[in-house]
């Protein structure tokens, strides 16, 4: 099976590299993986092959050529004219088209009724969809999609094997526990609630809890001088992939504040490690991922909830024994290998 993968951004967090990295390292079809064509139509505009070891640039000649005897198109995204054409194209050719969209009702903005119009078509012309959760699924499904078409592959990161975390976990866990580390990774921006997390911090100055957060700043209203170097936030820049298990091993609480997400990839990451998780409502994947026994829901927007949810956990601790963090990356594992995202992006190719 040949693959032909559109785009409108590719690197950086926002985008579907480390998706589809984890898809090559991990797939059940290394064929499949071995070489994909990918056009990103987002300027600056690229022609390239990706593989888990490399991409590789490619010319506009010799990506039109791979897309003429490609057998499937995967789409991301259906908004834009660069969707549409491959869409009218591809069916002329009468190829296999997968949607891989992470929308749900939570996360489109636009409700009118050409869009909702134009997308009812758009989907109907697709023969899969592979969507990130329950909530994009149900969302799919509200426009008359069928569960055979729609595949769901939740965004699983994965950042080392399940041995090497235990490891780290044991040699880690001899540091005092009357100290309770409080976490935030991600984007420093609006979008992703760090001001709700400083908010937060600041309730606590004067307790047990240490507040850390990673990331680079996004956003020029977030002011780094302001909103943490003069809090009790411990602020470390932005993380590099090779560090995050460790960094997320040293956290004991991960929260999530995210005011708008799909389906960020930070919550499965902390719940591999085994983090007690504080995730938002406002990201989809609270309703795939977190358990009562993994973490909580929580509305970022209502700052004394989260309060009262992190005081709550600080008097109750026996969430923070060594066996009890075990006991959930161990829950987690194996419920969501890994693999599971992979063998979602390879069934909606071959199914």
């Not at 290394?30 to 994909?36: E, G, T």
């Not at 850390?212 to 977030?222: C, H, R, T």
């Not at 409502?281 to 609270?286: A, Q």
Request: proline share 3%; charged share 25%.
């Amino acid at each position: 099976m040949k693959v032909f993968l559109l785009t409108n951004r590719w690197e950086g967090e926002k985008t579907r590299e480390h998706l589809l990295k984890t898809c090559c390292m991990l797939g059940s079809d290394k064929k499949l993986f071995r070489s994909i064509p990918v056009l990103q139509f987002e300027k600056p505009r690229r022609c390239f092959k990706f593989s888990s070891r490399e991409i590789v640039e490619i010319s506009l000649f010799t990506l039109i050529n791979r897309f003429i005897y490609s057998d499937c198109v995967i789409l991301g995204g259906y908004s834009s004219i660069w969707s549409w054409t491959l869409l009218v194209i591809s069916k002329i050719l009468r190829k296999k088209i997968v949607l891989w969209t992470g929308a749900s009702q939570n996360t489109t903005l636009n409700h009118s009724i050409l869009h909702k119009l134009s997308k009812s078509i758009f989907l109907k012309l697709c023969n899969n969809c592979l969507t990130y959760g329950l909530l994009a699924k149900e969302y799919l499904k509200s426009y008359g999609l069928k569960d055979e078409k729609i595949f769901v592959g939740p965004n699983l990161s994965y950042i080392s094997s399940r041995e090497n975390i235990n490891e780290l976990i044991r040699s880690k866990y001899a540091k005092n526990k009357n100290e309770v580390v409080v976490g935030f990774i991600g984007r420093i921006c609006i979008d992703k609630g760090f001001k709700q997390f400083t908010e937060v911090s600041n309730y606590f100055s004067n307790s047990d809890y240490k507040f850390v957060a990673y990331g680079a700043l996004y956003d020029d209203s977030i002011d780094l001088t302001e909103d943490v170097y003069e809090s009790n936030i411990l602020y470390n820049g932005k993380i590099k992939n090779n560090d995050m298990a460790s960094a997320l091993v040293d956290i004991d609480i991960l929260i999530n504040p995210s005011l708008f997400d799909p389906f960020s990839r930070i919550t499965s990451e902390g719940l591999y490690t085994g983090v007690y998780i504080l995730s938002s409502i406002f990201d989809d994947s609270y309703a795939d991922l977190i358990s009562p026994s993994l973490g909580l829901v929580i509305n970022p927007r209502e700052t004394k909830q989260v309060i009262n949810s992190l005081s709550e956990l600080y008097l109750n601790r026996n969430w923070l024994a060594l066996d009890k963090r075990l006991e959930r990356v161990n829950r987690f594992w194996n419920k969501y290998p890994p693999r599971k995202y992979a063998n979602s992006f390879v069934d909606s190719i071959y199914l």
